[in-house]
T-cell receptor
Framework: DSGVTQTPKHLITATGQRVTLRCSPR?????VYWYQQSLDQGLQFLIQ???????AKGNILERFSAQQFPDLHSELNLSSLELGDSALYFC????????????FGPGTRLTVT | QKEVEQDPGPLSVPEGAIVSLNCTYS??????FMWYRQYSRKGPELLMY????GNKEDGRFTAQVDKSSKYISLFIRDSQPSDSATYLC?????????????FGSGTRLSIRP
């Protein structure tokens, strides 16, 4: 158990809908990272927050947004969902804002029908 | 061409064998090299990371980096059934951009008892 929690574990929704994924980092970790893992694209970095502020952006679509709250938990919002958004979404956390020692959560499996 | 190439496998070897997992990359700016292990239905976990070229050993695991060939390897000695997982290589060009880690697509490894 990495200490990073993600909810929900599974999510099934229809195209055009909006969903929110939630992540709680390890105790003491200030950075939160979001990743998308699909069969054809592998693990793709989406976005990073550090102590409430956006630090880096990866291949995140404009339909997606995220935030980190004062208690350091983070939410990833996915809107106008398309079939191609079906994937595993992982949250990871680290102590510092630039760290290779990232601890991953168990992921949320999103299925868009 | 992807920045990081990794043979997806699957790779099946008998228990006790030495396993060699490899990645090639195209970006000569990469300096930090990581190996993650991902069990089925779990998030990735960091196994090892190395800076620049050279070897690093941790128990049964050895990571090698050859920057001149743009080639990294992970060796597993005395492989165990519990080593059966997907192994992801990952790399980044600098500490300040650590959050933009580029992952390989992963190699599925199966250790036969």
């Amino acid at each position: 158990d990495s200490g990073v929690t993600q909810t929900p574990k599974h999510l099934i929704t229809a195209t055009g809908q909006r969903v929110t994924l939630r992540c709680s980092p390890r105790s003491g970790d200030l950075s939160v990272y979001w990743y998308q893992q699909s069969l054809d694209q592998g693990l793709q970095f989406l976005i990073q927050y550090y102590n409430g502020e956006e630090r880096a952006k990866g291949n995140i679509l404009e339909r997606f947004s995220a935030q980190q709250f004062p208690d350091l938990h983070s939410e990833l919002n996915l809107s106008s969902l398309e079939l191609g958004d079906s994937a595993l979404y992982f949250c990871a956390s680290s102590v510092d804002q630039a760290s290779y020692e990232q601890y991953f959560g168990p992921g949320t499996r999103l299925t868009v029908t | 061409q992807k920045e990081v190439e990794q043979d997806p496998g699957p790779l099946s070897v008998p228990e006790g064998a030495i396993v060699s997992l490899n990645c090639t990359y195209s970006n000569s700016a990469f300096q930090y090299f990581m190996w993650y292990r991902q069990y089925s239905r779990k998030g990735p976990e960091l196994l090892m990371y190395t800076y620049s070229s050279g070897n690093k050993e941790d128990g049964r695991f050895t990571a090698q980096v050859d920057k001149s060939s743009k080639y990294i390897s992970l060796f597993i000695r005395d492989s165990q059934p519990s080593d059966s997982a997907t192994y992801l290589c990952a790399m980044s060009s600098g500490y300040s951009s650590a959050s933009k880690i580029i992952f390989g697509s992963g190699t599925r490894l199966s250790i036969r008892p």
